[in-house]
């Protein structure tokens, strides 16, 4: 999708001052790759958005390397990550040429496609870039059962010469959630604001477990229970598996 100019700027500020440790969150998933499959000497991040996990994945593992589909997102990245491979592309169709010890989707990216073939494709391109005996980690939005309808929520942040504000109105058309968000700044330039229509698919847990079996990963599970940061569970969980 398009964002607005002021998003990929203001969205790590957000994300942060809600209490998101993006270190904490990527030492947490290389604990769980670990745990199945040894210690990753290479990660991909599959919709890196601004580096910021990728920063905390750049500590622990010393090649890594992004990809998103937003270009404005990739420069905030970029400013932060020299000298780390990003690239523009979507998840359903990269091709980088190479393997990876661990592959990562976070954010819950995975579920904006609009699809069951559209969900295999995207597993079935960060699959092929999973090193046989490596991992791939995504993470799904709420499964039908689980999501709440019009479920609201609002963010404030108050820093010196600028307030920002973030609200946003949950609904569900089909199998898809709309969220309805809008954004407001107040600085010294003036106020502004925008709306945004996030978009995601409530696949069901089996449909995630058959793309990664299509995609040649034998050993696949949900971890229900991961919590990260600020004490968040990942929501519904952390589909993980190992290519064999």
């Known amino acids: 999708m398009e964002y607005a100019p002021d998003h990929a700027e203001l969205y790590d500020l957000l994300m942060r001052t809600r209490g998101k440790d993006y270190r904490g969150e990527a030492k947490t998933l290389v604990e769980l790759a670990t745990a199945r499959a040894g210690r990753p000497g290479s990660l991909l991040d599959v919709g890196c958005g601004t580096g910021a996990h990728l920063a905390g994945f750049a500590e622990l593992v010393p090649d890594v390397a992004g990809v998103d589909v937003a270009e404005g997102m990739l420069a905030v990245a970029a400013e932060q990550l020299p000298g780390v491979p990003l690239h523009l592309g979507s998840m359903r169709e990269f091709d980088l040429g190479r393997t990876f010890d661990l592959v990562v989707c976070l954010g819950n990216a995975v579920a904006c496609m609009p699809t069951v073939r ?89 449909e995630y477990v058959e793309a990664f079996r299509a995609a040649g990963f034998v ?21 993980v598996g190992v290519r064999r």
């Open 118 to 206: 559209d969900l295999r494709g995207a597993v079935a391109a960060m699959g092929a870039h999973v090193a046989p005996g490596g991992v791939l980690i995504a993470e799904p939005w709420w499964f039908p059962d689980g999501f709440l309808e019009g479920h609201v929520a609002g963010h404030l942040v108050e820093e010196e010469g600028r307030i920002v504000s973030r609200v946003s109105h949950a609904r569900r058309v089909g199998d898809v959630t709309h969220h309805e968000v809008h954004f407001t700044v107040a600085d010294a330039a003036g106020v502004r604001g925008w709306d945004e229509v996030l978009k995601f698919t409530l696949f069901e847990p089996e």
């Open 219 to 239: 050993d696949v599970e949900l971890a229900p229970a991961l919590t990260l940061s600020g004490g968040r569970r990942v929501a519904p969980g952390l589909f």
